[in-house]
């Protein structure tokens, strides 16, 4: 795992869309078309809003992946991830993408995971896109997450810690009403990817990071596992670096 610190969370999520399209590009440059995983969320405000800016990029040879959604969510909610995915990303690019494939979480939950599953077993992800969350989860495999299954998708019960953070960044108007279900991407499928490119700003993310990037591999922070694979990101504000030791870190 490589870590970039940077001063302040704009920084950090053009630092990572930076590093998001080199990849990108040379994925373009070795084969026809590129694939991506991309998340949602507020840690992804502004990778998000770099990566739009980023030039050279031939959208129209790129399908996208979604990381995950809630169950039983209609996409008209504020919190909807596939219509942020669609607002905040897929409708601002220069060009349309060779393909979009959203999670439907108004549907049968296994059901969607099956689908969109069998579309994303045939090929290999060039660059995910992910963040961490307060409880140390990726997508929503919250702690115990499974490590184990193969399945790409997989419906999870959310945790506390994971229904609060939500609430606490405004999505839901009170906690009652933030779902207990969702549809995750797996963990060994996150881990399948070419390249992880992991933006986390915020110093409510502070001990989650220090956790994942220098504790042991645990599923009690399922962020440590990003430890294992051979091409991880992570780029962090100062904020959500505060509790690291300096060693092995860039401070860009």
């Not at 933006?199 to 990071?209: H, L, Q, S, Y």
Request: net charge negative; glycine share 6%.
């Amino acid at each position: 795992m490589h870590i970039h610190r940077s001063i302040d969370p704009r920084t950090s999520g053009a630092q990572a869309a930076k590093s998001g399209a080199e990849k990108i590009r040379e994925a373009l440059r070795l084969q026809s078309t590129a694939n991506i995983i991309v998340a949602t969320g507020a840690s992804q405000f502004s990778m998000l809003e770099a990566l739009l800016a980023e030039p050279d990029i031939a959208w129209e040879r790129i399908t996208i992946f979604h990381l995950d959604e809630y169950a039983g969510l209609p996409i008209d909610h504020p919190a909807s991830f596939r219509q942020y995915l669609w607002d905040r990303f897929v409708k601002q690019l220069p060009h349309p993408p060779r393909a979009f494939h959203p999670l439907n979480g108004e549907i049968d939950a296994e059901a969607e995971c099956l689908r969109v599953g069998e579309l994303i077993s045939s090929i290999t992800i060039d660059v995910a896109f992910i963040g961490i969350g307060e409880n140390g989860h990726i997508a929503f495999n919250d702690p115990p997450a499974d490590f184990e299954t193969k399945e790409p998708y997989h419906v999870v019960n959310l945790d506390e810690a994971c229904r609060k953070q939500q609430f606490g960044e405004g999505w839901f108007p009170t906690l009652d009403s933030v779902p207990r279900r969702a549809i995750s991407m797996s963990v060994k499928e996150i881990l399948r990817s070419r390249h992880i490119i992991c933006t986390v700003p915020d110093e409510r993310k502070a001990e989650a990071v220090k956790n994942a990037a220098e504790g042991k591999v645990t599923n009690l922070v399922p962020a440590s596992i990003l430890q294992t694979h051979s091409s991880t990101e992570l780029f962090l504000d100062e904020a959500a670096a505060g509790l690291l030791s300096t060693v092995g870190t860039d401070n860009s």
